[in-house]
């Protein structure tokens, strides 16, 4: 039974597998490419994550390339592992037919859908705790302490999950202490760059950035069970979205509280990362409900044993949570509109459409990753590069609220005498804007 769950997993994974990529995808095919020593000393000092992932596609890479479907495929096999692992510590804590359920419910899940497909490192922070908690109720301490190295190398958030191991396993604490010595080895290693990196964090002061990355807020943290309920979709109606939020996340809950007095380590493993989320927000923002797919395997296995606890009336809960699942993944799956951001659709269109002497201007001296992703050659400017001289100017629109909510970048082009002759629009992209000289 486990092996045909899998197996519906991997058709889910596979299912719009070539999509455009987005942005910060984008950023990972073009850290691929890079020297080790770019990644070292340019790349990571100004980014926000550690370098197991990157390292890890870079290498990939080197064998299957760096097409949309060949940089996914990682976090597809990452997704797979966490329902083989969800599965086994169901198995180990419930019984075996709790852990088939809960690896189903995963497995048909539109949030672990959608980060299954994406070239980014959630997908692999998820299989590593859901690694680790194996390992910690099992106590196979040796692997257990190379783990929590690698999830610290992997996703900073995923970090979270140290203090459940404290907390729930405080009778093993003679083992699970030095298990950590691995991982502060690592950081050690790992320290001069980390410290850029938080620098540069706190150095954001752009609140729209900052709740771009994560505020704590009451809707980022609303998001979190709602995301894990219903993945990436949304209505445009919100009296019907608020209508299936209150009814979903009512059975939900109900299940939730029939699992109340179920596993200290499960409830532990779902909440404190997200407490811990909150508290450090205030001071980095983090509060990002993709950033804690890890807490995805608790949330389903609680639910899986609290339908359990119906007896015979579990079925018909059973088929609805995954009726409900797979509705949720095929909106998202065959509907664009929940798909990534259209670059490739963009980045083809313009550069059909361009003249030999045009250049392409974004809001910001950034954010141009998946543009030279789709076309390495392309003509494309900051607002800093903005000049006369050129027959056409097609302005982006993309995250200008964050990085150009004055319109500084429309003004220097209609300063300069362009007159806008048409707008076009891509899904996530935003809105394109062809400018051409009036004289």
Sequence with gaps: MIYLILLVGLILRLISLNQSLWLDEATTALVAKMPLSNIFNNFLPN??????????????????????VALRIPSVLFGLGTIYFTYLIGKKIFNEKTGLLAAAFLATSG?????SQEARMYSLAALLVSLSIWLFI???????????????????????????FLIVGWKDWK?????????????????????????????????????????????????????????????????????????AGGVFAYFLYKSIKSSKLLWAWLVIPIVLGVVVSIRIPNL???????????????????????????KIFIVFIITFNVMTSGYYLFNSKFQREDWRDAVSFIEIQKTKNSITVFPSNSNEEA????????????????????????????????????????????????KEKASYAFNGVGEVHLYENSH
């Design 47 to 68: 980014d926000v994550h550690p370098p197991l992932y990157y390292l890890i596609v870079k290498y990939w890479s080197f064998v299957f390339g760096t097409s949309e």
């Design 111 to 115: 949030l672990a859908v959608y980060y």
């Design 138 to 164: 099992n106590k196979k301490w040796i692997i257990f302490s190379i783990i929590l190295m690698l999830i610290g190398l992997s996703d900073y958030v995923a970090l979270f999950i140290l203090p459940v």
């Design 175 to 247: 083992k699970i202490i030095p298990g950590f010595i691995p991982l502060l080895g690592g950081f050690a290693v790992w320290s001069p760059i980390f410290i850029k990196q938080i620098v540069a964090g706190l150095s954001v002061k752009n609140s729209s950035w900052l709740d771009v990355m994560g505020a704590p807020t009451l809707k980022n943290l609303a998001l979190i069970p709602i995301k894990f309920m219903f993945g990436r979709i949304g209505f445009d109606n919100k009296y019907v979205y608020a209508c299936l939020i209150i009814l």
């Design 288 to 314: 990002s409900y993709f950033r804690f797919l890890y807490c995805l395997t608790p949330f389903y296995l609680l639910t899986a044993y609290g339908i359990e606890k119906l007896g015979k009336k579990a």
């Design 371 to 418: 543009y030279l992703y789709y076309a390495p050659d392309a003509k494309i400017t900051g607002p800093d590069g903005i000049r006369g001289g050129y027959s056409q100017i097609w302005l982006m629109d993309y995250l200008s609220s964050v990085f150009d909510p004055t319109g500084t970048a429309k003004s220097k082009v209609e300063a300069l005498g362009y």
